[in-house]
């Protein structure tokens, strides 16, 4: 395996300035991404998965809010860079898919020129026409069925699934080695997604690059990821290869994340178990394990969850790494007994 | 699309006819008999009645109406022998109070009130895109707030008002430009512009208060789209994402309100032409107005419904050349 990442995250905070109060999106995330592979970040609504990931190529506004760290490429670090230098690296070097096809693209020009306006930016001096055979090579590598006439058609006169199609398309005409991928199968059929996932896989095997993937979809992640960081409240709380995830998980969140999730085969029939509570306010985060509130073994653990925030380390037994004041020990024994019976 | 076009100009037309018709009923219902206008207070009744018979007003009302859009269409000849005139074709009437066909009025009043909202909305449409844009793209800034402050100034002023006020400060206070009087630009350029200057700026000062408001919000609103951030993620420069994503969106609603506030302007812009005393349409009919002048209401309203009715075809086809997605259907 490659051992040197490809894109190095290092301490990565951003905090948004609101007339309510500072709200700190993410803090503290480091991670790294190694090319051919495909890391998942799970988490709720407002855990900062997105912003983690827009804050990957600067796409914050940069008058609200303040982003701290490093994010490092060949490197450099993206977050110091000047702006010339990371519109050179946007599209080229790190795209991006978005979660809502629909409004994703600009409604008053046709696709075909939406895709040749993402090559030509980075490739000036290219002919119209070999322009055009690239965009048409594009798309049929998407599976856009009839490219020749559908290039000179605009997005309304395509379905969701078909509209994100195009959009991968943007992302990927200039072969970048990183795809970011915010909650991109979310607004899609479920039959659709399973296409939209298959194609992006298919695409990474073909030029190795990366992809970064953001869910709040357990499925997706089992389907496609190598390994997986669950956000809660803007940090991270565990990281592990994907199937150790489902597995041995080793933080109370991902259980309650992992018991979440419905089943056909079940043998508990009736409820769809939960997480009481609700997610924390990024605003005012509870004090300490920012879980505590909705963990229920954070009183036995003891007054630690409430006062100081658990690192994130190797649990020993396991390759993961978690961020919870439990004995290790007592994690993997949950982890592996089931923590739900 | 050729279709779409020619369905609509059919429909603008039936839509005019329409308008005329309840005009001239509207018109022909009031209160005031159009024949006993003809001539002075102490009118000898023959007199009345010879007008009425020569100015068609002693025909059924129906027939009248049929007498004016045929006059319209070939012209129309009033009274027999020496004291015979007539009107050609376009005829919209005759003016017994200015003694002088309607169409003959319009064609010499309808350059004024042109050539008045012409500049006013050149002048408008580049205020208001211009600070509604600056405020979009500054916005929080002082930029911002003063073209905000300056719209909501704007739009809150009265035409009258503004009018009077700037008259007052240059034509009589500061003595910068001379009092207008009205000269036609092909014939004393200098006396033209030195007269337009002023109803052109409020107008448009008044005008632009609402672009600005318009733009502003529909930059902003445009900004946090989607597709304003793929574009970003596709690396495209800022100057490249407000032309072909903010603006362009923005610009839509802009069209359609635009094209119709032209239009209403070219049916008259009336108190600005009486404020600064310009030979225009809106001062004509407010002299029609006040001397019960029905030939010249039914002829000017008439022109101001043909430019609102041809102003929404224009804008429903703009709308289909901007909108993608208005060209569909």
Same mark, same amino acid.
């Given at each position: 395996?490659?051992?040197?990442? +490809? ?131 594009? +798309?049929?590598?998407?599976?856009? *069925?009839? *490219? ?6 605009? *997005? ?22 990183? +795809? ?101 306010? +990024? ?9 505590? *509130? ?48 | 699309?050729?279709?779409?076009? $020619? ?141 905000? $402050? ?150 000017? $309203? ?28």
């Amino acid at each position: 395996m490659n051992t040197v990442p +490809l894109l190095a995250v290092k301490d990565l905070s951003v905090s948004f300035n609101t007339p309510d109060g500072v709200v700190h999106a993410v803090d503290d995330v480091s991670f790294e991404l190694f090319a051919g592979k495909t890391l998942g970040i799970v988490g709720e609504s407002g855990s900062g998965k997105s912003v983690t990931a827009s804050s990957l190529m600067r796409l914050n506004n940069s008058v609200t809010s303040t982003t701290t760290g490093s994010v490092e490429l060949d490197g450099r670090d993206l977050l110091s860079v000047d702006e010339a230098t990371m519109r050179s690296i946007r599209g080229q070097d790190i795209a991006m898919v978005f979660q809502d096809p629909l409004s994703a693209l600009n409604p008053y020009y046709t696709v075909g020129d939406q895709i040749a306006e993402a090559y030509v930016i980075h490739h000036p001096t290219e002919s119209k026409k070999d322009v055009r055979i690239r965009v048409l090579d594009m +798309l049929k590598k998407v599976g856009i *069925p009839n *490219p020749e006439k559908r290039i000179d058609e605009y *997005p309304h006169q395509f379905s969701g699934g078909m509209r994100q199609r195009i959009v991968i398309a943007i992302a990927l005409i200039n072969s970048p080695r990183i +795809l970011i991928a915010d909650e991109p199968t979310t607004a899609l059929d479920v039959t659709v997604q399973a296409q939209i996932l298959d194609l992006m896989l298919d695409l990474q095997r073909e030029t190795n690059m990366a992809i970064i993937l953001i869910t709040h979809d357990l499925g997706v992640i089992a389907e496609v990821a190598d390994s997986t960081l669950v956000m809660y409240g803007g940090r991270i709380v565990e990281r592990a290869a994907v199937n150790e995830i489902f597995s041995t998980p080793t933080h109370p969140y991902s259980w309650g994340l992992l018991g979440a999730v419905g089943s056909l085969d079940t043998s508990t029939r009736g409820h769809l178990s939960t997480i009481p509570g609700t997610p924390p306010s +990024l605003i005012s985060l509870p004090s300490g394990c920012s879980f505590h *509130p909705r963990c229920r073994y954070a009183k036995e653990t003891g007054s630690r969850c409430t006062t100081e925030v658990p690192q994130l380390h190797v649990v020993a037994g396991t390759s993961s790494s978690s961020a919870c004041h439990m004995a290790d020990a007592q994690l993997v024994a949950l982890a592996q007994h089931g923590e739900n019976q | 699309m050729l279709l779409f076009i $020619t369905r609509r100009l059919l429909f603008a037309l039936a839509l005019l006819l329409a308008v005329s018709f309840f005009t001239y009923m509207l018109f022909a219902m009031l209160p005031s008999d159009p024949a006993a206008l003809t001539c002075g207070k102490n009118c000898k009744p023959e007199i009345i009645a010879a007008n009425r018979v020569r100015l068609g007003y002693d025909k059924p009302l129906l027939e009248q109406y049929w007498l004016f859009l045929k006059g319209f269409f070939v012209g129309r000849d009033y009274g027999v022998g020496a004291a015979a005139f007539s009107c050609p074709a376009p005829s919209l009437g005759y003016s017994f109070s200015q003694h002088e066909c309607v169409s003959t009025l319009i064609a010499r009043t309808f350059p004024v009130t042109f050539y008045l909202s012409l500049g006013a909305f050149v002048l408008w449409m580049t205020l208001g895109i211009g600070l509604g844009s600056l405020a979009a793209l500054k916005k929080g800034k002082w930029q911002d707030r003063a073209a905000t $402050t300056f719209s909501a100034v704007g739009v809150s002023l009265p035409t009258f008002y503004i009018g009077l006020l700037v008259l007052f400060s240059f034509c009589i206070w500061l003595r910068i430009l001379p009092f207008p009087s009205y000269e036609s630009p092909f014939e004393d350029p200098v006396s033209f512009l030195t007269t337009m200057i002023l109803p052109w700026s409020t107008l448009a000062v008044l005008s632009a208060a609402g672009y600005t408001r318009l733009t502003r919000n529909g930059m902003l609103e445009a900004m946090n789209e989607d597709f304003v951030r793929l574009g970003i993620a596709k690396g495209l420069r800022r100057r490249t994402i407000i032309r072909k994503y903010v603006l362009r969106s923005a610009l839509v609603p802009i069209v359609t309100i635009a094209g119709l506030d032209f239009a209403a302007l070219l049916g008259g812009a009336i108190i600005t032409e009486s404020v600064f005393s310009l030979p225009g349409m809106g001062r004509m009919s407010i002299r029609a107005v006040v001397e019960s002048d029905l030939p010249v209401l039914v002829g000017t $309203t008439m022109v101001a419904a043909v430019f609102i009715v041809l102003a929404n075809v224009v804008v429903d086809i703009l709308y289909g050349v901007l909108d993608p997605r208005v060209r569909q259907r």
